[in-house]
């Protein structure tokens, strides 16, 4: 059989899943053989929320040429080291997910068997002063991370703060600079092929028709594609994660930079704090059966950290993902494929894996069964697994103040999830091919493991205190180089 390339790609929705999607076929497909438009409505308008984003960003932005400083300029970006939970496990504790190794392993034993025994003998230090980027968070400090392996310095990754929409007028600036075409205009039909049911055109309210061999839907909670065209059905996982709306407001900046996210718990959901150069983006998510919006918004404007700038608005969504985000000739990114809420910060994370599996599994007219079945079998397993991870911080809880955590609290959860929590709490132990069961979220959520590893009662432990107080040192004196994370910022913007 030949092979018989592909040439005309729309993409439907010009919000970060869109425009990221298209700078990254831009950037890839040859201009000679290949035909990018993206269709976007003024009107309808983006979600205008998603500030806060995990490490990978930097490999996207890399892998279209980027220069770093241009990005922070241009999206307004801050730095992001990690996120700190306030409340979550028990009012009143606080602790961080920090972009780094907590400790190292040693002797093949992870680090956390030797805080715990160390608990047990007496120690009060805490998880986060054996992480480099738990500590420069607290600390308020930053730099990029020190390329010699050897060093302190070199065991912490990074992400950003972002203004989202200035992110997709960033990547639209270099998508439609590389040949991709833009037009502007609602869609109100979408026309499929009598045959196979395939999508062959769309029509917008003007009355003009696109037509492409490859249809991307970037069209956000509206899924025009692929629930509403091809009727894709959607896995409801509310009852794992019965947050379903967010009111959103931006604010003033009145407090310092802190390079990290704040997901403070409340009685029916949480509430975020993402700092961006000149301003904050603040939300309350939470489940509508267990709080009204009202109580959700004097919960939000009472706690704001300065002067709202915008009006409040109400966003709703619904937990779950999408049978298959591939289906026939199309592929759903963004919220049309799924929305996890924002918790973890996982949906441009999402948006990214969607992009690389389309790039990995990219189809040709044949638009090969195999091909679509890897591509959905990659994707759930991103969705499963993030789920998951997100289910834990919620269901790992002592919290008895509210129906809501009761509900959280005593839920059956999935049962690769309930896997995971008893071998974490039955003997300490991870497995490493899940994606975010990691020992700084479980510990953080009172997840305490009932044992150590038996290993570590055969080393000295004077021995085993020593090196850990030598690690702490190692981790202050290493902070304590690092320049204020807003004089790093001053000094890219300065350039
Ligand atoms: C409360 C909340 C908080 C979030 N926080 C984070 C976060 O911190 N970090 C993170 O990674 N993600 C976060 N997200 C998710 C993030 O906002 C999205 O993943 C991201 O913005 C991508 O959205 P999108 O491009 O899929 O959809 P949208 O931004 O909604 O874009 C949809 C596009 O489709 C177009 N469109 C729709 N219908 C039509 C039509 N009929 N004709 C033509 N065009 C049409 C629209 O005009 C728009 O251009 C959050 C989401 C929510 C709801």
């Known amino acids: 059989m030949q092979a018989n390339p592909i040439k005309?790609?729309?993409?439907?929705?010009?919000?970060?899943?869109?425009?990221?999607?298209?700078?990254?076929?831009?950037?890839?497909?040859?201009?000679?053989?290949?035909?990018?438009?993206?269709v976007e409505s003024d009107a309808i308008g983006t979600v205008g929320v998603g500030e806060s984003t995990l490490p990978h960003i930097s490999q996207f932005n890399a892998s279209l040429g980027i220069n770093e400083n241009d990005f922070i300029r241009a999206t307004k970006a801050t730095i992001k080291l990690g996120i700190q939970f306030k409340d979550w496990a028990n009012i009143g504790?606080?602790?961080?997910?920090?972009?780094?190794?907590?400790?190292?392993?040693?002797?093949?034993?992870?680090?956390?068997?030797?805080w715990l025994k160390s608990q047990?003998?007496?120690?009060?230090?805490?998880l986060d002063e054996y992480s480099v980027a738990a500590m420069a968070a607290k600390a308020k400090r930053f730099a990029p991370p020190n390329k010699n392996r050897e060093s302190m310095l070199a065991a912490y990754n990074y992400s950003y703060h972002i203004d989202a929409t200035a992110y997709a007028k960033y990547l639209r600036d270099y998508a439609e600079h590389k040949g991709t075409k833009r037009i502007e205009g609602?869609?109100?039909?979408?026309?499929?092929?009598?045959?196979?049911?395939?999508?062959?055109?769309?029509?917008?309210?003007?009355?003009?028709?696109?037509?492409?061999?490859?249809?991307v839907d970037c069209s956000g909670f509206s899924a025009l594609l692929?629930?509403?065209?091809?009727?894709?059905?959607?896995?409801?996982?509310?009852?794992?994660?019965?947050?379903?709306?967010?009111?959103?407001?931006?604010?003033?900046?009145?407090?310092?930079?802190?390079?990290?996210?704040?997901?403070?718990?409340?009685?029916a959901g949480w509430q975020w704090q993402i700092p961006?150069?000149?301003?904050?983006?603040?939300?309350?998510?939470?489940?509508?059966?267990?709080?009204?919006?009202?109580?959700?918004l004097d919960i939000?404007?009472?706690?704001?950290?300065?002067?709202?700038?915008?009006?409040?608005?109400v966003l709703r969504f619904k937990a779950g993902c999408r049978k298959k985000t591939c289906h026939k000739n199309c592929v759903a990114i963004g919220l049309s494929s799924g929305f996890l809420?924002?918790?973890?910060?996982?949906?441009?994370?999402?948006?990214?894996?969607?992009?690389n599996k389309l790039i990995e599994y990219f189809p040709d007219q044949h638009f090969h069964q195999a091909g679509i079945d890897q591509y959905n079998q990659s994707m759930s397993y991103f969705y499963d697994q993030i789920r998951n991870f997100i289910i834990l911080h919620y269901h790992a809880t002592n919290r008895n103040d509210s129906e809501f955590w009761n509900y959280c609290r005593t839920m059956s959860i999935p049962d690769d999830l309930s896997r995971l929590m008893t071998l974490f709490k039955e003997c300490g132990r991870v497995d490493r091919t899940q994606f975010g069961i990691w020992s700084a979220v479980c510990i953080g959520q009172g997840l305490i493991p009932e044992q150590y590893d038996s290993r570590i009662d055969s080393l000295d432990y004077q021995q085993v205190k020593g090196f850990m107080t030598n690690y702490r040192t190692q981790v202050q004196r290493a902070v304590d180089t690092l320049p204020p994370v807003e004089m790093f910022i001053q000094n890219v913007m300065k350039q």
């Open 226 to 267: 692929i629930d509403k065209s091809l009727q894709v059905p959607f896995i409801d996982w509310s009852h794992w994660l019965p947050t379903d709306s967010a009111v959103v407001v931006q604010s003033e900046r009145d407090i310092d930079l802190n390079p990290y996210t704040i997901a403070t718990a409340r009685s």
């Open 8 to 38: 005309n790609i729309v993409i439907v929705g010009g919000g970060t899943a869109g425009w990221m999607t298209a700078a990254a076929l831009v950037n890839k497909l040859p201009k000679t053989r290949y035909c990018i438009t993206l």
């Open 341 to 355: 809420e924002p918790l973890e910060s996982t949906s441009i994370f999402l948006i990214q894996m969607g992009i």
């Open 93 to 114: 504790d606080i602790y961080m997910h920090p972009f780094s190794e907590t400790g190292h392993v040693t002797q093949g034993i992870d680090f956390h068997h030797y």
């Open 300 to 313: 939000l404007m009472t706690t704001l950290p300065g002067k709202a700038t915008t009006e409040p608005r």
């Open 186 to 215: 609602k869609i109100t039909t979408v026309n499929l092929k009598s045959d196979n049911g395939y999508i062959e055109s769309v029509t917008l309210a003007n009355g003009e028709k696109v037509s492409a061999d490859l249809f």
């Open 120 to 126: 047990t003998m007496g120690d009060t230090t805490t």
């Open 276 to 296: 961006i150069q000149h301003r904050m983006g603040n939300g309350h998510v939470y489940a509508s059966q267990y709080m009204s919006d009202q109580a959700a």
